[in-house]
């Protein structure tokens, strides 16, 4: 849509056959210039041709109420004058003109002039409705993360007083079937031993699930807490192969261990490293065949300490490894002599070694085994 803004009606009529000419042009004519401005604000044209010299109007003046108007701010303006004066021409364009010409120049360039601003502005016009929707899809898709972020921390939330309100119960249940396997399995019949045994397993392993649950809820929002403070990192290796040596003989798994010499003393959380070292040992225990070998190595690099735990079991379909720090996340493979996991633990050893500001990675082949190693930096910042 073309709106022409002139006194003469030989040149409305000139412009008129000059553009519907063309298909796609809708030419509105107004020769009032007092009526030029409301007349503009109805039509909403894509471009305005002004005449600069009006009875009743100044040109620059209409210009000026233009680019004041809303509705017309961003409306392509192209000035017709009978003047050649760069004066002028510099004064059109102070005012807001967009273009200028000689009226009335040659069809073709004139048509070119009209489509050229049309067009820019249809162009403008998309997108600013594109930046507008995307605007708003992002002012939607924040309202909703907001509201998930508030859904997940009601569910954390949860979640972590059921595993807190559980865990005393299963305690008691735990310390009631080891005192009966302990003191009562002399005068308990075959059936009745296997029916305590499978108290006590079932128990550990509902305690332990809760137990790594009420660390996810913890780790999982982002607020692991660190207390560290000088550990010996060679020494925490050497215990936790010494714990899990029982549960590794009772397989005929061998557990090595191999450390340098030149380990410093470290600014770690004890604690949760003694947890990540026995999430790792005491996985590949349960995944590993009867009488193979486990070796965990600690080695020392320019600026972190390695720990590296490896074994010879059954190894772990590629596919499978993306899964395995996810919380949940398992692989197809079963532990050997029938273990259970909740599926927890290489998750939240995986958020500990990263919030000591190390990193975990795993490497693995079906049918040879599999080695998990974590690093953690020696001189680690506050």
Excluded: W
Excluded at 67 to 93: D, G, H, M
């Amino acid at each position: 849509m073309v709106l022409l803004v002139d006194d003469q009606a030989m040149i409305g009529e000139a412009v008129r056959r000059i553009l519907q000419s063309r298909k796609g042009m809708d030419f509105h004519f107004c020769s009032k210039g007092g009526d030029a401005l409301e007349t503009a604000k109805r039509l909403c044209p894509m471009v305005i041709l002004q005449d600069l010299v009006m009875p009743d109007a100044n040109g620059l003046e209409l210009v000026k109420a233009y680019r004041q108007c809303p509705e017309l701010r961003e409306t392509p303006v192209i000035v017709l004058s009978t003047k050649e004066e760069p004066i002028v021409k510099k004064a059109a364009f102070e005012a807001g003109a967009n273009d200028y010409l000689v009226k009335l120049p040659d069809p073709i360039e004139f048509l070119a002039r009209v489509r050229y601003h049309a067009s820019a502005y249809l162009a403008r016009r998309h997108l600013e409705e594109a930046l507008r929707a995307l605007r708003e899809s992002q002012r939607q898709l924040l309202d909703r993360n907001t509201a998930l972020e508030s859904l997940n921390e009601q569910k954390n939330r949860l979640l972590g007083m059921a595993a807190h309100d559980l865990r005393n119960p299963l305690g008691v249940i735990l310390s009631y079937s080891e005192f009966l396997e302990a003191e009562a399995f002399p005068v308990l019949d075959e059936s009745q031993r296997e029916f305590v045994s499978t108290i006590k397993a079932t128990s550990e392993f509902m305690l332990s699930l809760i137990n790594d649950l009420l660390d996810v809820t913890t780790i999982e929002p982002g607020q692991l807490r660190l207390e560290c403070g000088q550990a010996d990192l060679n020494e925490i290796t050497n215990r936790n192969v010494s714990l899990n040596r029982v549960l590794a003989q009772q397989k005929g798994i061998r557990l090595a261990i191999e450390h340098a010499d030149d380990i410093p003393k470290m600014r770690i959380d004890r604690r949760k490293i003694e947890q990540v070292l026995n999430n790792l040992i005491g996985n590949a225990v349960k995944y590993s065949h009867r009488g193979t070998c486990i070796t965990i190595t600690i080695t020392r690099g320019e600026n972190h300490v390695t720990v590296k735990v490896t074994d010879q079991g059954q190894g772990i379909p590629s596919e499978d490894l993306p899964k395995l720090f996810k919380a949940f996340g398992r692989a197809n493979v079963k532990a050997t002599a029938g273990e259970q996991s909740t599926g927890l633990g290489l998750a939240i050893a995986h958020k500990i070694v990263e919030g000591h500001g190390g990193k975990m990675s795993v490497e693995s082949q079906v049918g040879k085994g599999s080695s998990f190693s974590f690093q953690l930096p020696l001189n680690r910042e506050e």
